[in-house]
């Protein structure tokens, strides 16, 4: 299986000031179409999880532009520009390449 | 407007079943993917299963053997049969649709104890 390593697992923050996530699988998320499926989620405190990028790059409609996904291969990031009080809650990459898919561990972002 | 709606979940003793449902609205299901995921209380995500919309289906390896999806594109309904329970079973399932989970249901919680 395809292992999703996430970093850090708990991210303090400052509104106002930016934040990253880090992603990396222990194969490449290249498949054969030369698409990369990795995607970023979040879920908010008692919410469903909700898909922020597609394809380590692609925001999904509605959401923000201060959410940005980057990487290829095997090194994948998630970058908020600015972070704000609705952005709280936890954020989890996942590929969709190979099976069985599979999720990175989470990322609590809070306030500090 | 797409909506998922999770139902179906409850308590159940080890070693029972349960049949949890997906009723998916706004988009055209027959056509698309639809998956479900679940997750442990305080824990992360872990996908269980997906079927295509041609109907071939993947599961997680903790789950095979034990629970099958389906679907019935009559009813715009999604489904996974859960047999032989486990503690471990325990989790809020959400349905999602599309390959690459672009919209996710409420989530139905299954609790398995005694």
């Known amino acids: 299986d395809v292992v999703m390593t996430q970093s850090p697992l708990s991210l303090p923050v400052t509104l106002g000031q930016p934040a990253s996530i880090s992603c990396r699988s222990s194969q490449s998320l290249v498949y054969s179409d030369g698409y990369t499926y990795l995607h970023w989620f979040q879920q908010r405190p008692g919410q469903s999880p909700r898909r922020l990028i597609s394809g380590a790059s692609n925001r999904d409609s509605g959401v923000p532009d201060r959410f940005s996904g980057s990487g290829s291969g095997t090194d994948f990031t998630l970058t908020i520009s600015r972070v704000e009080a609705e952005d709280i809650g936890v954020y989890y990459c996942?590929?969709?390449?190979?099976?069985?898919?599979?999720f990175g561990q989470g990322t609590k972002l809070e306030i500090k | 407007e797409v909506q998922l709606l999770g139902s179906g979940g409850g308590l159940v003793q080890p070693g029972g079943s349960l049949r949890l449902s997906c009723a998916a609205s706004?988009?055209?299901?027959?056509?698309?993917?639809m998956n479900w995921v679940r997750q442990a209380p305080g824990q992360g995500l872990e996908w269980v299963s997906t079927?295509?919309?041609?109907?071939?289906?993947y599961y997680a390896d903790s789950v095979k053997g034990r629970f099958t999806i389906s679907r019935d594109n009559s009813k715009n309904t999604l489904y996974l049969q859960m047999n032989s329970l486990r503690a471990e079973d325990t989790a809020v399932y959400y349905c999602a649709k599309t390959w690459h989970l672009d919209s996710w249901g409420q989530g139905t919680r299954v609790t398995v104890s005694s």
């Open positions: 996942m590929q969709g390449t190979h099976w069985p898919r599979t």
């Open positions: 706004g988009f055209t299901f027959s056509s698309i993917a």
């Open positions: 079927i295509g919309g041609g109907g071939a289906t």
